[in-house]
């Protein structure tokens, strides 16, 4: 039995693979139904074979045929097949869009680990440029850097802080410098932006390794290596007469666009001079507090910040077409010219009397051709019947102090050994230890046998009011405070305003 239904599946499984008509005729043949020369067997075969295809294409046709006829399962069908199809591409889809957006984002990854490609609106666009003018590098014993990564690493940072001291935020919880007011001699107060620790670093690296390392003109004095306010004022003595002149908002008129221009004219890519410009730069910044957060909106373009160790050298290299045109009119006249930061002083003897008018007239031009602006409040003419100055120090006959400045000082430090220090002040100024330290340096370093004497009697005030470093921090936060509530106040009155 089991034999039989064997032989029969055999049977079927043949009948299959072939057809019924083939079977047939294999088994005839096998069982010698016809002799091998009485038939053309091949031929025979090649009939069947297209039979059997020829039947199968009908019964699928037949099928279809059939299919086709109920309409709506027809159109179901297909639907079901585009459906799967569509399921299909779309998951293919989203694997091929998966897959590109992780390469997008460690490609992304890797861009911000090695490169800066973003430093806020208004700037990025200039990154493309990566070109260095080499031969003036060189020439100027300048350091090289080709890329971003070598610059982070020359300075010891990663290239993510780099980016984080360089970016410029519109509006940010953010503010790089403490920014507080100093009483000026003259009266009224000077901004001082000071830049916080971590962005200060940074900008000594540029100061020290580009900045110092630049020729600058020979009568610039201020914030010069080997040069002081004595040195600057040295030249003027004993003469005939002394022209002071101010540049008026020396700092803030040099915007970034000159600051970039600085080091663009050095060599440098477009690219590190727009990262070396935004780390030099600070904006005009609006605090504002708003629900209890602070807030620092910048306002305007970039400038120099007074309180930066870098700002004296751009100017000293910005301005150093302005010097020797200075100089050159001085020297035409008889005169001498010297710069110490944003004075600018002219000297002559009783000959020169004749061409000051000149002097004045020229010397303005010269310095709007060259971008900066005279203050008209701050120009003195003095003759050696009148007390001559120069940068602070009296220069008549020698380099000294005011007489009546080391009169007050040498009252207020009598004064602070007798009652303390509590309600003093030294022009003006909001710490008393700190003025009176910073005057005290500055009487040594014009005269060094009176400095020791005074600097000695601060060290003592200050050792006996426990005066550290401590109490200047204090100080910046306290200032700090004030504006942030001068902030806050001036945000209540727009938003008052806009409510009406």
């Not at 038939?39 to 295809?53: C, M, S």
Request: include cysteine; charged fraction near 30%; hydrophobic fraction near 35%.
């Amino acid at each position: 039995m089991n034999n039989s239904a064997t032989r029969k599946q055999e049977i079927y499984d043949k009948i299959k693979e072939s057809s019924k008509q083939e079977f047939i005729l294999s088994e005839m043949k096998r069982l010698g139904f016809w002799e091998e020369g009485n038939i053309d067997f091949e031929k025979v075969e090649v009939f069947l074979k297209e039979e059997r295809e020829l039947s199968t294409s009908l019964r699928t046709l037949v099928t279809k045929e059939k299919s086709i006829e109920d309409t709506e399962a027809f159109i179901a069908n297909k639907h079901k097949d585009r459906k799967k199809i569509s399921k299909e591409k779309q998951k293919e889809t989203k694997l091929k869009r998966e897959q590109l957006r992780k390469e997008k984002a460690e490609k992304w990854h890797q861009i911000k680990q090695e490169d800066i490609i973003y430093l806020g609106k208004g700037y990025s666009h200039q990154l493309n440029d990566t070109e260095n003018d080499v031969i003036k590098l060189k020439r100027q014993s300048l350091p090289i850097y080709n890329t971003v990564q070598e610059l982070a690493k020359a300075m010891g940072i990663s290239v993510g802080e780099l980016r984080f001291l360089a970016f410029s935020r519109k509006n940010s919880k953010i503010n790089h410098y403490k920014r507080f007011k100093v009483a000026k001699k003259s009266g009224g107060y000077r901004l001082i932006s000071a830049p916080m620790p971590r962005l200060k670093r940074a900008q000594h690296f540029i100061l020290e390794r580009i900045l110092n390392k630049v020729i600058v003109h020979p009568k610039a004095h201020g914030c010069v290596k080997g040069k002081s306010i004595v040195s600057n004022a040295i030249p003027h003595v004993n003469k005939a007469v002394v022209i002071n002149q101010d540049l008026q908002n020396f700092f803030p008129s040099v915007t970034y666009k000159r600051i970039k221009g600085v080091f663009k004219a050095l060599g440098y890519s477009e690219k590190i001079a727009v990262i070396f410009s935004l780390l030099c730069s600070e904006p005009k910044i609006l605090d504002i507090s708003l629900l209890g957060e602070n807030y620092f909106a910048q306002r305007g373009d970039r400038f120099l910040p007074q309180g930066s160790p870098c700002s004296p050298a751009i100017t000293n290299i910005l301005c150093r077409k302005m010097d020797f045109r200075l100089e050159g009119l001085a020297n035409k006249y008889g005169f001498t010219y010297s710069r110490y930061v944003d004075d600018i002083t002219f000297s002559g003897s009783n000959e020169q009397f004749k061409h000051i008018t000149t002097i004045l007239k020229y010397s303005g031009k010269i310095v709007r051709q060259e971008n900066f602006k005279l203050h008209p409040e701050k120009l003195r003419v003095m003759k050696r019947n009148q007390k001559q100055e120069v940068t602070g120090i009296v220069v008549n006959e020698k380099i000294n102090i005011n007489k009546k400045s080391l009169k007050r000082f040498r009252a207020l430090l009598h004064q602070i050994e007798q009652e303390g220090v509590k309600g003093k002040t030294w022009n003006g100024g909001p710490n008393v230890l700190a003025e009176i330290d910073g005057f005290s340096n500055y009487i040594y370093q014009v005269d060094k046998i009176k400095g020791a004497k005074y600097k000695e009697q601060v060290r003592v005030i200050l050792e006996k009011n426990s005066y550290k470093e401590n109490h200047k921090k204090q100080y910046v936060k306290e200032v700090e405070n004030k504006e942030l509530k001068k902030g806050a106040s001036l945000f209540e009155k727009i938003r008052s305003f806009f409510k009406k």
